[in-house]
């Protein structure tokens, strides 16, 4: 069966300008283990990866890019992150979907011991990560 692709954008709004502090994240690539306090199931294979001030990589459905900023412990993803638009059985999309909103809404990140956690704008835990690449930076950041 051949599915119809389209990249659409998530929503629109300005783009992120990334910043210096940035670069700690760039070249780096994730994989998601946890999804809002749930274990990631491993049927679909969630990733985040880093590079030049953007953001690419697959919900477990579809394939999404976009820009972001970073910088001591802040975090955003532009609102106009696009996503190809293939269908898949309803679980992997719903999860799909909370992990893309809990991805446009982090707002602050902590980085070390092979993880990345995206927390909310009150610091609630939205998503944890697992280092893909060895050449994952280890430390801590979070604003005061």
């Known amino acids: 069966m051949v599915l119809g692709l389209a990249v659409v954008p998530f929503a629109t709004g300005p783009a992120c300008t990334p910043t210096a502090p940035a670069a700690v994240l760039d070249g780096t690539a994730w994989t998601l283990s946890t999804l809002s306090s749930s274990a990631a ?3 679909s294979h969630v990733t985040l990866e880093f590079s030049k001030g953007r953001v690419q990589g697959s919900d ?6 976009g820009s972001y900023r970073a910088g001591d412990g802040t975090f955003a993803v532009a609102p106009d992150l696009i996503s190809t638009q293939m269908a898949c059985p309803t679980p992997i999309m719903e999860r799909a979907s909370a992990y893309i909103s809990a991805l ?20 609630n835990l939205l ?8 050449a994952t930076p280890v430390q801590a950041a979070l604003p005061n």
């Open 41 to 43: 199931e491993s049927v």
């Open 60 to 65: 477990g459905c579809n394939h999404y890019s």
């Open 104 to 123: 446009l809404g982090a707002r602050n990140y902590l980085l070390g011991e092979g993880q990345l956690q995206l927390l909310g704008a009150d610091r």
């Open 127 to 134: 998503v944890t990560l697992k280092a893909q690449s060895p």
